[in-house]
């Protein structure tokens, strides 16, 4: 099953490393140092779960009722289950949970987090949103796709790298990781470890 227990994201901090390069604990150290909360939660979540990548039909209308039930249709909101289910549910799965919202809310999802939610969770929340519904994940995609092409697009790769503002980066990079499963600066950095290893004389 893919249902997940909360003890799992319960158990940070690095309980469950994904294999990161130092780079990548690194970056997981800055996250940790530099927040906290349920903003650090989600992060920690969209950085490390390995996601789900399938769409599981069973779970849609439940995850739309269940998002309903702890922010709308309740006085204060449940943090924790916006939490759980768009940090964990793939971005296909989440696309066709936000339509079925729409339906029982009479609200799209991103008006729904904009009025129970603050601060930078509501900022997290909604570059998931904006993920799911494909902004940063244009970006994101088109980073992938330029790292896979043989020989490397690197006139896409440097354009977007240094056109996107750093929050907007933030963005991509928690798309990256929920759409491919690696982090952007481990693709990265793989990538160009392999390019200097083609470099070597022969
Ligand atoms: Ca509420």
Redesign the pocket.
């Known amino acids: 099953s893919c249902q997940r227990s909360s003890s799992k994201t319960e158990d940070f901090p690095w309980g469950r490393l994904h294999p990161l390069t130092t780079f990548g604990n690194k970056l997981e150290k800055d996250i940790c140092g530099d927040t906290s909360g349920h903003y650090q939660k989600l992060l920690v979540i969209l950085l490390q779960v390995d996601m789900e990548a399938e769409i599981d039909e069973g779970k849609i209308e439940k995850d739309a009722k269940d998002l309903y039930a702890a ?2 249709g ?4 449940d943090e924790e289950k916006f939490i759980n289910i768009l940090g964990n549910r793939s971005v296909e799965h989440l696309r066709k949970v936000f339509d079925a919202y729409k339906k029982i809310a009479g609200c799209d999802i991103e008006e729904s987090v904009k009025g ?1 939610t603050t601060g930078n969770l509501e900022n997290l929340l909604l570059a998931v949103v904006k993920c799911v519904k494909s902004v940063p994940a244009f970006f994101a995609e088109s980073l992938y796709k330029s790292m896979r092409r043989a020989g490397t697009d690197d006139d896409t790769l440097m354009r977007i790298m240094v056109s996107r503002s750093e929050v907007d980066m933030l963005d991509i990079r928690a798309c990256f990781k929920k759409m491919y499963g690696a982090s952007l600066y481990t693709t990265i950095q793989v990538l160009f470890s392999h390019h200097s290893t083609l470099m070597q004389p022969q």
């Open positions: 922010g709308e309740k006085f204060g909101t129970e």
